[in-house]
């Protein structure tokens, strides 16, 4: 189909000259050229083609940019980014150097806020609000957000203070009635008796003061466009709930939309995701959680799975689907999730609350408060560690290191492969009298054998890998594998020594006097920022027993990193196995 009305647009002005029955075409052009790209350079489909007529009809009706609309976690944003100037250059999409996958205010004056976490685009509105309201500017502010994320902590927080103001906010609720996973908790279940108007009930927005309209067809072109033109006029806060289907306009995306949230590759004509020839036989990491948890949970009755929405993505769902009375998936909500698992851990429960890297961030003062000062053996699986690839900047697991290092009573562990992961899992639930992290990456690791009689790990112990009298490099986590193929590749060796200290916090003290004694330099590695991380826990202990060797420490530099292929950007960072052989050469 030619794009006959898409190709002109180069801004919203362009989209604002189109004639009103002429935009269910250019959502056609739209939804197209959006599964076109996605089906060879991936990334998130059913979010983007969801929205693509309330897309339309936003920079239809307001004046965008200077009404200003910020998409909640903007994974759905791609019709958005297409319209504002980056059709041409959409095919890069995620790809290294290319546009972002997220709405980054860098890139574009039409993304007014930088997103990838969710939840955060009612108080990013309602604070520009309050800044136009108390700059005299007359503006709109639109926030658009899911059923999923509105169910969050902090975008309660954001109704909670916008219903009592006057600024001038509509909170746009795009119920397509599923996150990543389906939605859950009460909510939910409200927002479908609202639908269905079978029950009478008082409306929860209009009783935070919101003036509430819908639910309406978000499909619906012209009742869009009714809607927002009317709601353009209403002064205060305002909430307008359109229901939407996920996945929109591709049949298999609509049929499956957890598999279609983000699909990989796939056929633009029929749908079908493109299975790729496995190259690497080794497990996901993820898979090796799930499988081992529901192996554990088995035997051991007092094992609990806690995730906030992320059951497909942590592989917690195996453990959902086979004993559900005692796996949670609680939405998106890092903070309950933590502090429920403290919750169930005073009850004797051994709480396995897996959570990515990146989500907690989300939940720094609940690890702390509740868990780490009580002391509960929580046993936080921090999945996607690391670097997460074409994700970039917003899900990058590369501060959990340093955030929680510095955290009194709590063990962390990296394992070096599949076998570790599972057994720490083993050790732990046998209780730890203390809460532990563990971190490991996202995908595929190297051991094709992982499923070993469980063997029981000494915490704080580490682990020589490999000996040489000169030089001693000492790394954590899974990143030994490029740590072990770049000595591999060095003219020099046999001169250098491979240690996997494996638990950043307690630190194998004993081990590391050894080293220290024998090795003038040492070289830390580690995935995370070299700001507080490991190398910084070598360098304190270091420091603190007067050793006087050279350290240098290789790690995540202290930039935020953004999106490209793991390998892609392992490589920018000097972490690639080339890089790092080029710096051990030559110490
Ligand atoms: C704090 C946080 N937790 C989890 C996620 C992962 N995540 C991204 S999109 C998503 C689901 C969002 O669902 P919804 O708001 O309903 O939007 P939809 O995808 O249906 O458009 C989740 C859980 C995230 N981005 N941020
Ligand atoms: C937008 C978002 O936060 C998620 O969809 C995220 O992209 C999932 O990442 P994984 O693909 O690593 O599960
Ligand atoms: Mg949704």
Redesign the pocket.
């Known amino acids: 189909m030619k794009n006959n009305f898409l190709e002109h647009i180069k801004s919203p002005k362009e989209l604002r000259l189109l004639k009103q029955n002429e935009l269910p075409k250019l959502a056609k052009e739209l939804r197209n050229f959006i599964i076109d790209i996605v089906a060879t350079k991936e990334g998130?489909l059913?979010?983007s083609l969801?929205?693509v007529e309330l897309t339309i009809a936003l920079h239809y009706i307001f004046n965008t940019p200077k009404d200003q609309l910020i998409w909640?976690?903007g994974?759905?944003a791609y019709g958005h980014k297409i319209l504002t100037g980056r059709k041409d250059i959409f095919d890069s999409n995620r790809q290294f150097g290319g546009i972002s996958g997220f709405p980054k205010r860098d890139e574009s004056i039409y993304d007014t806020f930088g997103v990838?976490?969710?939840?955060t685009s009612i108080s990013a509105a309602l604070g520009m609000a309050i800044g136009s309201q108390l700059k005299g500017e007359d503006k709109h502010h639109i926030a658009v957000?899911?059923?999923?994320?509105?169910a969050?902590g902090m975008a309660f927080e954001g109704l909670n203070h916008a219903g009592v103001t006057d600024v001038n906010l509509l909170v746009v609720l795009?119920?397509?009635t599923?996150?990543?996973?389906p939605?859950v908790g009460a909510l939910k279940q409200y927002l479908t008796n609202v639908k269905k108007g079978t029950q009478r009930q008082d409306n929860i927005f209009e009783a935070l003061n919101f003036n509430y309209s819908g639910p309406i067809d978000g499909h619906d072109i012209d009742t869009l466009i009714l809607e927002l033109k009317r709601l353009k006029t209403v002064k205060g806060p305002k909430f307008l709930h359109v229901i939407t289907t996920?996945g929109k306009g591709l049949k298999q995306a609509e049929e499956n939309q957890v598999k279609y949230?983000a699909p990989g590759k796939f056929d633009a004509k029929t749908g079908n995701i493109i299975v790729k020839a496995e190259t690497i036989k080794a497990p996901k990491y993820q898979d090796v959680f799930g499988h081992t948890i529901v192996e554990l949970a088995k035997e051991n009755k007092n094992i609990v799975g806690i995730t906030?929405?992320?059951p497909t993505?942590s592989s917690l769902k195996y453990m959902m689907d086979e004993i559900p009375k005692r796996a949670f998936d609680v939405g998106?909500a890092?903070q309950h999730a933590v502090t429920l698992a403290a919750g169930m851990a005073t009850q004797g429960l051994i709480p396995f609350c897996n959570i990515?890297s990146t989500?907690l961030q989300?939940a720094y003062d609940q690890i702390i408060h509740d868990v780490a000062l009580q002391k509960l053996p929580v046993i936080f699986c921090l999945d996607r560690a690391g670097l997460v690839g074409e994700d970039g900047a917003?899900?990058h697991g590369v501060f959990d290191l340093s955030y929680l290092r510095c955290i009194p009573n709590l063990i962390i562990f990296a394992p070096r492969n599949e076998i570790e992961l599972r057994d720490i899992m083993y050790t732990a639930q046998f209780g730890l009298a203390k809460p532990i992290a563990i971190r490991y990456p996202r995908g595929k690791g190297v051991t094709i054998d992982w499923k070993q009689p469980f063997k029981k790990i000494k915490i704080g112990k580490g682990e020589q890998l490999k000996s040489g009298n000169k030089l001693a490099i000492l790394s954590i986590g899974t990143i030994a594998q490029n740590v072990a193929e770049a000595i591999d590749l060095c003219n020099n060796k046999e001169d250098i020594a491979h240690y996997d200290m494996r638990f950043v916090k307690p630190l194998d003290e004993t081990l590391l006097h050894t080293i220290l004694k024998k090795h003038d330099s040492i070289v830390t590695v580690e995935d995370n920022t070299i700001k507080g991380g490991f190398g910084s826990a070598i360098l304190e202990f270091v420091a603190f027993h007067q050793y006087k060797n050279t350290i240098k420490t290789l790690g995540i530099p202290d930039t935020f990193i953004e999106h490209g292929t793991v390998n892609e950007l392992q490589q920018t960072v000097g972490l690639g196995a080339i890089g790092l052989k080029n710096y051990f050469e030559v110490l």
């Open positions: 998130h059913g979010a969801g929205v909640d976690v994974h759905q990838g976490h969710a939840s957000i899911g059923d999923a994320s509105i969050s795009n119920d397509n599923i996150g990543i996973d939605s996920k949230h906030p929405a992320m993505g998106i890092e990515y989500f989300r917003t899900h």
